[in-house]
């Protein structure tokens, strides 16, 4: 798991302080979403999950960030079949992938 600065500043032609000032912005609104998350998985409202996870992608559209894309898709894919234990493991694969991402800044 790690974050490639210099590949994701390559992609967009700029430097790695510009990439990180971009993710650091993504990340200060990500404990938001990730709150509304929890507290669907909780309460089995699947499909606020999907309604969160597409605003995760959303903001992380086009960086390249594997582990977090795979998370959200894997989490996007249990609640879309209703599998609470599939979704509490595929969040806190998404969990995981935020700090990493946050480590990298």
């Not at 995760?56 to 959200?72: P, Y």
């Amino acid at each position: 798991m790690g974050v490639n600065l210099d590949a994701i500043a390559s992609d967009f032609g700029c430097s790695v302080d510009d990439v990180k000032g971009m993710l650091m912005g993504i990340t200060a609104e990500l404990p938001d979403i990730v709150d509304i998350i929890d507290t669907s998985i909780a309460s089995d409202d699947f499909s606020s999950v999907v309604m969160a996870t597409d605003m995760v992608k959303s903001k992380i559209n086009h960086f390249n960030l594997t582990d977090m894309e795979s998370a959200v898709a894997s989490l996007t894919d249990s609640a879309n079949a209703g599998d609470k234990a599939g979704a509490e493991s595929s969040f806190a694969a998404l969990k995981s992938a935020i700090t990493a991402v946050e480590g990298s800044l």
